[in-house]
Structure formats: C-alpha cells, structure tokens
T-cell receptor, first 116, second 111 residues
C-alpha cells in the first residue's frame, strides 16, 4: 500500500521567502508528526497532530514556523521569511494511533530545504 | 545536551563481518527504545522496538539489546551485506509521542 509521501522532494529558496511543505500520511492514520533533521544531527520534533485534538506545537523553533492539518489527511508545514539556518531535511511521519501496536511511526522520504 | 548519544559516529566494515553499534541515553522514564535504519535520501524505517521490560529483540540479522539499569542499548548486525550501508538511529520515547533521536551511526559495508 501507499506509504507517507512528501512534496516537494527538494526545495531551494532565497532567504526571506516563504515556503510550504506538504505531507500526505498513510490513509487511516490519526497521528501525524513533523521533524527537522539538520546535516549530521538527529531528528528534532517540531509538531504533532492527533485526530481533532489541539496540536502539540512545542517543538516549533520560532513563530515563523506553522503547520496545519485538514482532518486526518494532508498536512502542510509553512516557514515564513526563511533563514539560512532553516536549511535541513523536513520529515513527516504518521502512525495509526498512540497506543500499543498502532504506535509505529512510518516516515516519508523528506523534503530537503536549502535556503540561499 | 542530547539525551541520546550514539557511538561510533561512523564505521566501515567488510561484507560478511559483524558489527555492534552503541546507544546511551538519559531519557527517564521511558516507554520504549527503537532502532531505525535510514538509507541516504530516505525516511527512517523501524528495525526493532523494545519496551522497558525487554532486553533483546531480533529482526533478521539485526539484534538489539537493552539494559534499562545502565541506560544502554546496542544494535548488532550479523553477516553484514552491502545493503546494510545506512545510518542507524537510536530513538527513545519518553511519553506517548515525543521521541528523542540520536544523531545516528553511519555504517559503510565494503565488498
């Protein structure tokens, strides 16, 4: 079956521009996560959506970052006024639910963002 | 300071040989510890998941161990293959959904 998909796969933008990254989770997965992976570093949690609950935005590094999710489907991560330190791979993951066996997270291939 | 530390940062092994990767963590309490494999340009893929009470878990040629007392885990790769070349990431879950990721160990298998 289809896995988690992300688009675009690569994005090069000029400093100061806004970018929008898209994630399509696995159908039926209620939980969706965004992570950032800088070169040579571990993944950093950004934001988490679970069903209709209020998202956990505690990992967003600044107010230039925001994310939306429509129901239990597609999510978009928006970065406004991009800075060079925003350059990273942005990974999206989804999971069936929080509890028990359903908690396995499935990752998309990521979007590589380069801010020049 | 990262709560999950992995070593070595990278290693090179010959095809058919074994290797062991280390993970030390300070996350406490934790609900589970996972090892992921991340191929270049791809998202991480889960290899093993261990709860607090488990001390070993295997997935084919991959065997993970966990010592919750010393807060250490290892991933052993047996009879390595060229396709094992990847980054291996140790991940500790503190609560239901927040995961702490190690920086990974890059394994290169050479023929």
């Amino acid at each position: 079956g289809a896995g988690v998909s992300q688009s675009p796969s690569n994005k090069v933008t000029e400093k100061g521009k806004d970018v929008e990254l898209r994630c399509d989770p696995i159908s039926g997965h209620t939980a969706l996560y965004w992570y950032r992976q800088r070169l040579g570093q571990g993944l950093e949690f950004l934001i988490y959506f679970q069903g209709n609950s209020a998202p956990d935005k505690s990992g967003l590094p600044s107010d230039r970052f925001s994310a939306e999710r429509t129901g239990e489907s597609v999510s978009t991560l928006t970065i406004q006024r991009t800075q060079q330190e925003d350059s990273a791979v942005y990974l999206c993951a989804s999971s069936l639910t929080l509890a028990g066996e359903g908690y396995e997270q499935y990752f998309g291939p990521g979007t590589r963002l380069t801010v020049t | 300071k990262n709560q999950v530390e992995q070593s070595p940062q990278s290693l090179i092994i010959l095809e058919g040989k074994n290797c062991t990767l280390q993970c030390n963590y300070t996350v406490s309490p934790f609900s589970n510890l996972r090892w992921y494999k991340q191929d270049t340009g791809r998202g991480p893929v889960s290899l093993t998941i261990m709860t607090f009470s488990e001390n070993t878990k295997s997935n084919g040629r991959y065997t993970a161990t966990l010592d919750a007392d010393t807060k250490q885990s290892s991933l052993h790769i047996t009879a390595s293959q060229l396709s094992d070349s990847a980054s291996y990431i140790c991940v500790v879950t503190k609560n239901d959904y927040k995961l702490s990721f190690g920086a990974g160990t890059t394994v290169t298998v050479r023929a």
